[in-house]
């Protein structure tokens, strides 16, 4: 025998559905009636654009994380695939004293300052760029390790006993040689990334050096790409 609904119970879905904007499923579980049945009664009735509006914010929020992790999956295994190739390309490169050089010009000439009367100063914030500079630095020439020279920039944050003896390690240059560390203050309205060792300044006191590098890096790049002329400002 088919049960039969109160027009109260009626009168309510269609209230929930047309000004609440209930769906199906949350009409079903609070009055406990089939979809069939709340079929016939809310046929002639519409759900505010609004709640429909709701809903798709709702869902976007529910599958904009599955759709992160899926991207973020997808480039790791991109870059597991890329290192690999690239891993072969590495394995057959052979280096010497000339390439070496060439390279080390080209990071000084991205990366050092070029100011006349300043030696060899090489900044970066990646400890792996600057031991790969300093490494190569030593490989290339012959150098007194007593003019090596540490400047670190820290803010508020960096402990820096621990970033000091973290480069002094990496570099293997004694605390001794460093000098007196920059505090930068941080600024109210810009919002920057936290690292753990600062800007690394390696100083090389030796104008002689610095213009080595600066003009290997000349001259190579000329070799690469022709001479040009630069407007002067």
Same mark, same amino acid.
């Given at each position: 025998?088919?049960?039969?609904?109160?027009?109260?119970?009626?009168?309510?879905?269609?209230?929930?559905?047309?000004?609440?904007?209930?769906?199906?499923?949350?009409?079903?579980?609070?009055?406990?009636?089939?979809?069939?049945?709340?079929?016939?009664?809310?046929?002639?009735?519409?759900?505010?654009?609004?709640?429909?509006?709701?809903?798709?914010?709702?869902?976007?929020?529910?599958?904009?994380?599955?759709?992160?992790?899926?991207?973020?999956?997808? @480039?790791? #295994? =991109?870059?597991?695939?890329? +290192?690999?190739?690239?891993?072969?390309?590495?394995?057959? *490169?052979?280096?010497?004293? /000339?390439?070496?050089?060439?390279?080390?010009?080209?990071?000084?000439?991205?990366?050092?300052?070029?100011?006349?009367?300043?030696?060899?100063?090489?900044?970066?914030?990646?400890?792996?760029l600057v031991l790969l500079f300093?490494?190569?630095?030593?490989?290339?020439?012959?150098?007194?390790?007593?003019?090596?020279?540490?400047?670190?920039?820290?803010?508020?944050?960096?402990?820096?006993?621990?970033?000091?003896?973290?480069?002094?390690?990496?570099?293997?240059?004694?605390?001794?040689?460093?000098?007196?560390?920059? @505090?930068? #203050? =941080?600024?109210?309205?810009? +919002?920057?990334?936290?690292?753990?060792?600062?800007?690394? *300044?390696?100083?090389?006191? /030796?104008?002689?050096?610095?213009?080595?590098?600066?003009?290997?890096?000349?001259?190579?790049?000329?070799?690469?790409?022709?001479?040009?002329?630069?407007?002067?400002?």
């Open positions: 025998m088919r049960q039969k609904w109160s027009d109260v119970t009626k009168n309510r879905a269609r209230f929930l559905r047309e000004k609440e904007g209930y769906s199906y499923g949350q009409i079903i579980k609070e009055l406990h009636v089939a979809r069939s049945t709340l079929h016939l009664w809310l046929r002639n009735s519409q759900r505010p654009e609004k709640f429909k509006i709701k809903d798709r914010i709702a869902w976007l929020k529910t599958i904009q994380p599955l759709g992160a992790q899926a991207n973020r999956e997808k @480039r790791e #295994q =991109r870059i597991v695939k890329l +290192t690999k190739e690239i891993q072969k390309e590495i394995n057959l *490169f052979q280096t010497n004293k /000339s390439i070496n050089r060439a390279f080390l010009s080209l990071l000084y000439w991205a990366e050092g300052s070029k100011y006349r009367h300043d030696g060899m100063i090489f900044a970066n914030t990646d400890p792996r300093i490494t190569m630095l030593r490989a290339s020439y012959e150098l007194d390790e007593r003019k090596f020279r540490i400047r670190l920039h820290l803010h508020d944050y960096h402990n820096e006993k621990q970033v000091k003896a973290f480069w002094s390690t990496l570099l293997k240059i004694p605390e001794s040689q460093f000098t007196k560390t920059y @505090r930068k #203050q =941080r600024s109210k309205e810009k +919002t920057f990334r936290k690292n753990f060792g600062g800007i690394c *300044f390696l100083k090389y006191n /030796s104008i002689d050096l610095k213009d080595r590098l600066i003009q290997h890096a000349f001259s190579l790049g000329e070799k690469i790409t022709g001479k040009i002329t630069v407007p002067v400002a």
